[in-house]
C-alpha cells in the first residue's frame, strides 16, 4: 500500500518484479543493451518524455530554454507536449532536417517513426553537440525486424504499443548517466508520487506469460506465442489494407525495405501500426477528405508535414479494420 516500491533500487517506487519483467523481456526480444543502464520507470511514456525534455535542460536558470526537435513528420503530440506549461527550460523548435542553430538542443528519434513507420537516426546538422532522446515505443518484433540491439544513451520503450495494454500506463526507460536517471525520477515523484503499484503488478505478470511461452517453446505452437500471433496478424492486415489502397486508386502508401530479423531469424517487412498515406492529385486536405468517408484520422499538418498526407491506424478490432478496407476500397477521386 506504500508508495514505495524497492528502497535498494535507484528507482525507489519500481516494485522488483517490474524491474525483472522488463529485463527478462529485453533479454528474449533481444532489442536493446540494458547492462550498465539505469531503469527509469514512468506513467506511459508521454511522462518520460516531459522527465526527460527536464533531466536534459540545463540547470542554470538564467539559460535561454533549450531547442527540441524531431524530424518531420513527427510524432503529433510531441509539439504539445513540449509547450503546454511554456517552461523556461525548453522549447518546441520544429523540424530537425530543418534545424541549424548553433545552439544546444534536444533531438527526438522516433524509431520505427511514428506515423510513416520508417527506421530513423538524428539528423540534426549543427556546430554544437545535442543530446538525443530515441524513443523506441514501435521497436517490437510485430511491427518491424530487430536488426540490432540497440545501445543508446537514452531509449524510451511503452507497454501500450508493446503489447497493446495502453490504458495500464506503463512506460520505462534505460538511460547511461545516473544525474539524469535522478532528475527523471524526481520529476515523476513530483509530477505523480511514483507509478501505481497495481499497472506495475499486472504489467508485470503480462510481459511474464509473455517470456514464459518463448522458454516453453518445445510445447507450444508458434501460432500462440504472443510476438508471433502478433506479427502474423499485422501482416494480414497490411497485405488486406494494401489491397484496398489499390482498389480505391486514390493514396499512395509508403514502402518499407525487407530485412532480418534476429528475433525471428528471417527476412521480413515492415507492418507499421499506423498506414501513412498521401493523396493523390486532387485532394488537398486528406482528413477532410477521409471524415467524409466516415475514417476519422489524423492529417499531416499535426505532424510537421502538408495536409495531403493523412495517418490511418491499423491497431483497432478487427470489425473495425475490415470497415475500414471496406470504406477505403470505395474511396473515389473527387
Known amino acids: 500500500m506504500s508508495y514505495l516500491g524497492d528502497t535498494n533500487n535507484l528507482c525507489w517506487y519500481m516494485v522488483p518484479q517490474m524491474r525483472d519483467a522488463i529485463l527478462r523481456l529485453h533479454n528474449v526480444v533481444g532489442n536493446a543493451v540494458t547492462k550498465d543502464k539505469f531503469l527509469v520507470l514512468g506513467t506511459g511514456s508521454s511522462q518520460l518524455y516531459q522527465a526527460l525534455l527536464y533531466a536534459l535542460s540545463p540547470s542554470e536558470s538564467s539559460h535561454r530554454p533549450i531547442n527540441v526537435v524531431a524530424a518531420a513528420p513527427y510524432y503529433s503530440e510531441y509539439k504539445d507536449a513540449t509547450d503546454i506549461l511554456q517552461s523556461r527550460l525548453f522549447q518546441w523548435t520544429g523540424d530537425a532536417a530543418l534545424y541549424d542553430k548553433d545552439e544546444p538542443y534536444i533531438e527526438v528519434v522516433t524509431s520505427p517513426n511514428n ?8 539528423v540534426v546538422n549543427s556546430g554544437v553537440e545535442g543530446k538525443i532522446i530515441y524513443d523506441l515505443a514501435y521497436y ?20 501500450s504499443k508493446c503489447t497493446g495494454h495502453a490504458g495500464s500506463r506503463i512506460g520505462w526507460a534505460f538511460v547511461k548517466d545516473i544525474e539524469v536517471a535522478k532528475k527523471m525520477i524526481r520529476f515523476v515523484q513530483l509530477n505523480s508520487i511514483g507509478v501505481s503499484r497495481e499497472s506495475q503488478i499486472r504489467a508485470a505478470k503480462m510481459i511474464g506469460v509473455i517470456c ?25 492486415r ?11 486508386k486514390v493514396f499512395t502508401l509508403t514502402k518499407y525495405p525487407t530485412s532480418y530479423c534476429h528475433f525471428n531469424k528471417d527476412l521480413s517487412e515492415q507492418y507499421p501500426a499506423f498506414a501513412w498515406l498521401k493523396c493523390l492529385e486532387g485532394i488537398k486536405d486528406g482528413e477532410s477528405y477521409l471524415e467524409k468517408l466516415k475514417i476519422r484520422t489524423r492529417g499531416g499538418g499535426r505532424f510537421g508535414v502538408d495536409a495531403k498526407y493523412v495517418r490511418v491506424s491499423m491497431i483497432g478490432t478487427e470489425d473495425e479494420f475490415i470497415e475500414l478496407c471496406t470504406r477505403l476500397s470505395n474511396a473515389k477521386r473527387e
Request: net charge negative; hydrophobic share 35%; charged share 30%.
Open 212 to 236: 514464459d511461452g518463448y522458454k516453453n517453446l518445445k510445447s507450444i505452437e508458434s501460432d500462440h506465442l504472443f510476438f508471433d500471433y502478433s506479427k502474423r496478424l499485422m501482416k494480414e
Open 115 to 122: 506515423p510513416d513507420g520508417t527506421l530513423r537516426v538524428p
Open 140 to 159: 517490437w518484433p510485430q511491427y518491424t525486424p530487430i536488426t540490432d540491439q540497440l545501445d543508446h544513451d537514452v531509449m524510451v520503450f511503452t507497454f
Open 238 to 248: 497490411w497485405e488486406k489494407f494494401k489491397g484496398a489502397i489499390e482498389k480505391s
